[in-house]
């Protein structure tokens, strides 16, 4: 299996900050890759997929990059809805491992 | 509009099993697959398997093989996940998706979660 480790695993920021989170696969999985925002109680929210493209509907503050094994998912300017945990994840072997999350907090 | 409504919270004993549904509407629901996601308390995602609703083929996360069943309904939109052999560690919030996988996997819509409670 493909296994997918984000990190920081919790990061402290402010409103307006810029935010990037990394995801890096164990091998290549090319640029089959989704980001989602969760918040409290709530189903996932997909952001971001094949690496690196917006979701309908999702504010363009949020932007995803790379390929291979090493991606990002960048904030541009925080926003207050945007505290929440983000999580990377694979779609491209035979089970769609999620990276274990990333708890953006004021 | 798109909607994936689940059914409703479960407790079980463990040893039991428990079988959630995912009614779609809004949509061709043999047009794309869904997944199936859970999540304990304070944990992260983890993916379980699929079902492709047009040809009822599915695939299955490792951990799960042998104890999990996914099927589906075509003339009543839904997709069942059924998960044998209950243990404390299975207590969960159970998550329908819907995903497109000649996008590369796209998982746009999601279920309200089902919470299944393993208690002895």
């Known amino acids: 299996d493909v296994q997918m480790t984000q990190s920081p695993s919790s990061l402290s920021a402010s409103v307006g900050d810029r935010v990037t989170i990394t995801c890096r696969a164990s091998?290549?999985?090319?640029?089959?890759l989704n980001w989602y925002q969760q918040k409290p109680g709530k189903a996932p929210n997909l952001l971001i997929y094949s690496a690196s493209n917006l979701q309908s509907g999702v504010p363009s503050r949020f932007s995803g990059s790379g390929s291979g094994t090493g991606f990002t998912l960048s904030i541009s300017s925080l926003q207050p809805e945007d505290f929440a945990t983000y999580y990377c994840q694979e779609t491209y072997s035979v089970s769609w491992t999620f990276g274990q999350g990333t708890k953006v907090e004021i | 509009q798109v909607q994936l409504v689940q059914s409703g919270a479960e407790v079980k004993k463990p040893g039991a099993s428990v079988k959630v549904s995912c009614k779609a509407s809004?949509?061709?629901?043999?047009?794309?697959?869904i997944i199936w996601v859970r999540q304990a308390a304070g944990q992260g995602l983890e993916w379980m398997g699929w079902?492709?609703?047009?040809?009822?083929?599915?695939g299955y996360a490792q951990k799960f093989q042998g104890r999990v069943t996914m099927t589906r309904n075509t003339s009543i939109r839904t997709a069942y996940m059924e998960l044998s052999s209950l243990r404390f560690e299975d207590t969960a919030v159970y998550y329908c998706?819907?995903?497109?996988?000649?996008?590369?996997?796209?998982?746009?819509?999601w279920g309200q979660g089902t919470l299944v409670t393993v208690s002895s």
């Open positions: 809004g949509y061709t629901f043999s047009n794309y697959g």
């Open positions: 998706a819907r995903v497109d996988h000649a996008s590369g996997g796209i998982t746009d819509y």
């Open positions: 079902v492709n609703p047009k040809s009822g083929n599915t």
């Open positions: 091998q290549s999985i090319s640029s089959y």
